[in-house]
């Protein structure tokens, strides 16, 4: 069966992980959360006190990490020069600082090359911001998902609780606005919908709602290749 390319992209919160590590495991397709590649970049440099204003100084650092996605038991499991860094790049201090990281030309280059090598043999949700429109702009499948910011609000507040951090209300709404606003308005691949893209939005839809659309859409594809 011919397998095909899919790219989820969107603004933060929006749902995007979840229903493409989802979809990907219906499919049996590879599962690549770029996002997470960012954020190991941002850790590393966080790590090795690199000032994250200085591109040269940060594109250098990270020209030799190793970055690693890898599918186990335990979800999808994220792995920098061979340490694993799954939950650490969840951190506030990584989302703090991974839209001026990721906002380098050079960095994004890098990235960008990583990205492409993965989507060879076909058979893959790619999920982040530029997937459908610099990555990947042939993907046979595009998805641009939003949601309310009341709702995205809510998930990240659930998703950091379960982890046992409370985080005011009016706080995160602000720190996910300034990292959309960020991500937008940069000059390098900014977050953007392809003109090609389905907007899914996911206010009042489940995570199960959310693949089965994306699924079905991916199965009429396949069938008529
Ligand atoms: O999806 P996420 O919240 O884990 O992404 C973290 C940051 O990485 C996001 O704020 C912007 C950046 N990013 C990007 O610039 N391009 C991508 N394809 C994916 C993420």
Known sequence: ??????????????GKSTTA???????????????????AL?????EEQIDPEKEELVCSVIKDCKIKLEKTDFGNQVFLDGRNITETIRS????????????????????VEEQRKL??????VLEGRDIGTVVVPKAELK???VASIEERVRRRQKELADKGTNIDYEKLVNEIIERDAKDSKRTESPLRKAE????????NLTINQQVEFIVAKASEIIDHK
Do not use: W
């Open 119 to 124: 989507c060879k043999q076909g058979g893959v």
């Open 92 to 111: 506030r201090e990584v989302t703090r600082n991974v839209s001026a990281i990721s906002s380098y030309a050079s960095v994004r280059k890098l990235m």
């Open 42 to 46: 941002t850790l590393k440099v966080i």
């Open 143 to 145: 998805i641009f998902m």
């Open 196 to 203: 090609d893209a389905i907007i899914l939005d996911t206010s």
């Open 1 to 14: 069966m011919k397998k095909i390319i899919i790219a989820i992209d969107g603004p933060a919160a929006a």
């Open 21 to 39: 590590k989802l979809t990907a495991e219906k499919l049996n397709y590879l599962h690549v959360d770029t996002g997470a590649m960012y954020r």
